[in-house]
């Protein structure tokens, strides 16, 4: 079983995005198992309808005893030292998944909020949607080399 795992709308639009989408999960490899589920990005034009079957989509791919973390603009921020030692936590002493939400460019559906343990916020700033997910997975390879010591991170 993973013990992370990253729920995110839609396919990666531009090939160099791919390419380093492709890069950072081949170096999260070297410590976890990293496999994100691409939920298809819907062709529907009402935001609010669209947000709705996204969310709904994105519960059906939760077991009962996950951790969620909603990457969110409104959440908590944390700078990447604190990031990694809530992650090494939580890898330490939860016995479910940790899994992370991405939504699509209408954002996360209300109706995840009951199942949400973690609003995570990265900047007040709003970011292209596949950009923001290379750059979540680059913030995990982080955490990980400040866990293990790594000098990356610096």
């Known amino acids: 079983?993973?013990?992370?795992?990253?729920?995110?709308?839609?396919?990666?639009?531009f090939k160099e995005l791919k390419e380093l989408e492709k890069k950072y999960l081949q170096k999260i490899g070297r410590f976890m198992k990293l496999q994100p589920v691409i939920l298809k990005d819907l062709n529907i034009r009402d935001e609010a309808a669209k947000k709705k079957?996204?969310?709904?989509?994105m519960?059906?791919?939760?077991?009962?005893?996950?951790?969620?973390?909603?990457?969110?603009?409104?959440?908590?921020?944390?700078?990447?030292?604190?990031?990694?030692?809530f992650l090494s936590d939580k890898l330490s002493y939860f016995p479910g998944r940790i899994i992370f939400?991405?939504?699509?460019?209408?954002g996360l559906a209300g109706l995840l909020d009951s199942r949400i343990n973690l609003k995570l916020s990265f900047s007040e700033m709003t970011f292209a949607h596949d950009i923001f997910r290379v750059l979540f997975l680059e913030q995990l390879y982080r955490a990980f080399t400040i866990m293990k010591g790594i000098k990356y991170h610096r």
Request: charged share 30%; glycine share 14%; with cysteine.
């Open 59 to 85: 519960l059906e791919q939760l077991d009962k005893g996950d951790f969620v973390i909603a990457l969110d603009e409104k959440g908590k921020k944390l700078d990447s030292i604190a990031f990694s030692r």
């Open 101 to 106: 939400l991405i939504g699509g460019f209408a």
């Open 1 to 13: 079983m993973n013990k992370i795992g990253l729920i995110c709308v839609g396919e990666l639009k």
């Open 53 to 57: 079957k996204e969310g709904q989509m």
